[in-house]
């Protein structure tokens, strides 16, 4: 669709074709949450597809076959964002309108995993996840009020998932994807002739579903080395919902609209080398195909364009690529303890060229500690914390910025943004807790 009609668009303040977009303050890259692991947290999810504990699968199916036995690893993250816009002259605020303080809502991430040793080589698995969301919360007195307002957007995945042990040396994995997602969406729409600053807000309420794979091997050349590369589809997202505003606008389409957002895929390399009975050393690399998410189009049912003031509507995210790369360590203290820690640097998919407040994401730095203390035979649990540097950010939405989402008001600013994660987990393996304290759980 043309620019034009995404200039419409954002007039309406419809918000449907920022859906995925919502999760600006989402700890990963794009709109991702990578938070899916207490253990892997603790190293910035260094050697992750390569292994080390049961959420492992979420990026690599295979390493299920690690895990002897029945076992259940649930987990909850609390992400802690903070994000505060400074508008510059010839933004609105010239007109009376502010920045904002921190819009980041902090969110509570939930991930489950089982998996059961079905055969010797064979293991049946499944996992639930929250793969994408978050949640920004903007006034609407805003100076950027037209390129971002209060979203929320939730997803949930589950993935069974089934592994095979070759030999001692190579393991094979696949799963399918099921995705659901919720959001609700609100967004300026201004300055609209004869309503009162600031103006009109528009907004949508939908649901939708999507089905993709996951696969992935491990590779055991030697047995202090392990190597695992995990593949999780990319997830084509179709979005059905409801379009309102606040106010009766000319030539425009509400009610009932669709539109579908590319989710990337995302490849991830780990490896596990192991230096002597105590310590070993982790690696990742990960690469995320956003640039397929390209433009999304927004359509009434019929598939005909959704029009706000008389102008088709599309999206142009237009990301580029996405990188992580992370190191890091594990050292066994005890018997009981395990600690951990590692480091990591983003490459973000969203680029100067494309930034809104909405989605002030930049290049990040991680550094992250962790620990894993044994209770009792059969049980564990997992900590982590982490802290995200997000690098400086400018936003530059004018006519001759190039900016694809320029919609005729300027917007010019900065954000300051980082993040802090926690995170837990409790492991349980059910057919190896020491008889005393087994009893509860299994008659």
């Known amino acids: 669709m043309?620019?034009?009609?995404?200039?419409?668009?954002?007039?309406?303040?419809?918000?449907?074709?920022?859906?995925?977009i919502a999760t600006a303050q989402a700890s990963a890259g794009g709109f991702g949450i990578r938070e899916q692991s207490a253990y892997g947290q603790g190293t910035s999810f260094a050697g992750i597809a390569a292994g080390g504990a049961l959420s492992s699968m979420f990026w690599n199916p295979a390493t299920m076959t690690q895990v002897p036995g029945i076992v259940n690893e649930t987990s909850v993250t609390a992400i802690l964002p903070y994000s505060s816009n400074t508008p510059s002259a010839g933004s609105l605020v010239s007109a009376g309108f502010p920045g904002t303080s921190n819009v980041a809502d902090a969110a509570f991430v939930p991930s489950g995993y089982t998996s059961y040793q079905w055969a010797p080589n064979l293991w049946l698995g499944v996992s639930v996840n929250a793969?994408?969301?978050?949640?920004?919360?903007?006034?609407?007195?805003?100076?950027?009020?037209?390129?971002?307002?209060?979203?929320?957007?939730?997803?949930?995945?589950?993935?069974?998932?089934?592994?095979?042990r070759i030999n001692d040396w190579i393991s094979i994995g696949a799963g399918v994807q099921i995705q659901y997602a919720k959001a609700t969406l609100e967004k300026g729409i201004g300055p609209v002739p004869g309503v009162v600053p600031p103006g009109v807000q528009g907004t949508l309420r939908g649901t939708g579903y999507a089905v993709g794979a996951?696969?992935?091997?491990?590779?055991?050349?030697?047995?202090?080395?392990?190597?695992?590369?995990?593949?999780?589809?990319?997830?084509?997202?179709?979005?059905?919902?409801?379009?309102?505003?606040n106010a009766v606008l000319p030539l425009t389409t509400t009610g009932s609209a669709t539109t579908t957002v590319d989710l990337p895929d995302i490849v991830s390399l780990g490896i596990r080398q192991r230096l002597d009975p105590r310590w070993t050393l982790l690696g990742t690399v990960e690469?995320?195909?956003w640039s397929r998410?390209?433009?999304?189009?927004?359509?009434?049912?019929?598939?005909?364009?959704?029009?706000?003031?008389?102008?088709?509507?599309?999206?142009?995210?237009?990301y580029r690529d996405g990188w992580f790369f992370s190191g890091g360590a594990e050292y066994i203290w005890t018997d009981r303890l395990t600690v951990r820690a590692g480091a990591g640097y983003e490459i973000s998919p969203v680029t100067d060229q494309v930034r809104t407040p909405l989605v002030p994401d930049n290049n990040r730095v991680w550094a992250s500690l962790g620990a894993s203390w044994k209770v009792f035979k059969g049980v564990h649990?997992?900590?982590?914390?982490?802290?995200?540097?997000?690098?400086?950010?400018?936003?530059n939405i004018t006519a001759t910025s190039g900016n694809p989402s320029f919609n005729g008001i300027s917007y010019v600013g900065s954000v300051n943004s980082h993040v802090d994660i926690l995170s837990g987990s409790l492991v349980f393996r059910f057919d190896d807790i020491e008889p005393t304290v087994k009893r509860p759980f299994m008659n």
Not at 2 to 20: K, V
Not at 293 to 318: D, K, M, R, Y
């Open 131 to 164: 793969p994408f969301g978050l949640s920004v919360n903007f006034p609407d007195n805003w100076a950027g009020r037209d390129y971002a307002g209060q979203t929320l957007l939730k997803t949930y995945n589950a993935t069974p998932s089934i592994a095979w």
């Open 214 to 245: 996951t696969a992935g091997v491990t590779l055991t050349p030697t047995p202090t080395t392990t190597i695992g590369v995990g593949w999780r589809s990319g997830l084509n997202q179709k979005i059905e919902g409801v379009v309102v505003t």
């Open 381 to 395: 649990f997992d900590l982590a914390y982490s802290h995200i540097w997000v690098q400086d950010t400018s936003v």
């Open 287 to 289: 690469w995320s195909n």
């Open 293 to 318: 998410i390209g433009t999304s189009n927004i359509t009434q049912p019929s598939g005909s364009p959704v029009f706000v003031l008389g102008n088709a509507q599309s999206i142009p995210f237009q």
């Open 2 to 20: 043309s620019g034009r009609g995404w200039t419409g668009y954002l007039r309406s303040g419809t918000a449907l074709g920022l859906l995925m």
